[in-house]
């Protein structure tokens, strides 16, 4: 089982529709979520973070976190072709590996007009 | 706040080759990461450093792998012996804090070994 699963897509979504991205992690110890937004040929871009349980909005993006059932997922609002990439979820260990982020394999989302 | 660098973008070499790879952080950030990201998959990470204290390195990081930060600055990654299977993105990140830190990433290099 890998430490971080997300389904690799691709995901078809028109534009102004929701997109909804999902993310299951093993490590129940794990502390923190991030999700980044990797264009083609680019670095990864942090859009959110989130440490808690529930749902943490920001603009257009809404993270939600549920330890007990270890799953993180991300959905985007009004979706625009710009927002066309790779988004990658990434789970912070805790104890003495603190801060080293453990990556999903992306899932690919196209936002056609 | 110029950001993550990293230098080279791209670097090609031949197998058998040695290469190394830079890494300037945000300034007061005291933690620095690199990553190795391959076609289609996520990065995985290799090492880290706090200050210059270089606390963990992944397994993936075999003998031929080197990073330093001697001065709890800039980074250094050097690949020894290149083998094809090393063509990857090298990507560097830094994060300032003790907790529930963000970490920020460069641009990376991208490797390729013929």
């Known amino acids: 089982q890998k430490e971080v699963e997300q389904n690799s897509g691709p995901l078809s979504v028109p534009e102004g529709a929701i997109a909804s991205l999902n993310c299951t992690y093993s490590?129940?110890?794990?502390?923190?979520f991030f999700w980044y937004r990797q264009y083609s040929g680019k670095s990864p871009e942090l859009i959110m973070f989130?440490?808690?349980?529930g749902d943490k909005e920001d603009g257009r993006f809404t993270a939600q976190l549920n330890k007990a059932s270890q799953y993180v997922s991300l959905l985007i609002r009004d979706s625009q072709p710009s927002d066309s990439a790779t988004y990658l979820c990434?789970?912070?260990?805790?104890?003495?590996?603190?801060?080293?982020?453990?990556f999903g394999q992306g899932t690919i989302l196209t936002v056609h007009p | 706040d110029t950001g993550v660098s990293q230098d080279p973008r791209h670097k090609i070499t031949k197998r058998g080759q040695n290469v190394t790879f830079r890494c300037d952080p945000i300034?007061?950030?005291?933690?620095l990461y690199w990553y190795r990201q391959t076609l289609g998959q996520g990065p995985e990470f290799l090492t880290y450093?706090?200050?210059?204290?270089?606390?963990?390195k992944s397994r993936l990081l075999s003998d031929r792998f080197s990073a330093e930060r001697p001065k709890g600055s800039f980074s250094t990654l050097e690949i020894q012996r290149t083998e094809q299977g090393d063509s990857a993105m090298y990507l560097c990140?830094?994060?300032?804090?003790?907790?529930?830190?963000?970490?920020?990433f460069g641009p990376g290099t991208r490797l390729l070994v013929l």
């Open positions: 990140a830094s994060s300032f804090g003790l907790l529930q830190e963000t970490q920020y």
């Open positions: 490590d129940r110890g794990s502390q923190s």
């Open positions: 989130i440490y808690s349980n």
């Open positions: 990434a789970v912070a260990a805790g104890g003495t590996s603190y801060g080293k982020l453990t």
């Open positions: 300034s007061e950030h005291n933690r």
């Open positions: 450093f706090q200050n210059e204290a270089q606390l963990e």
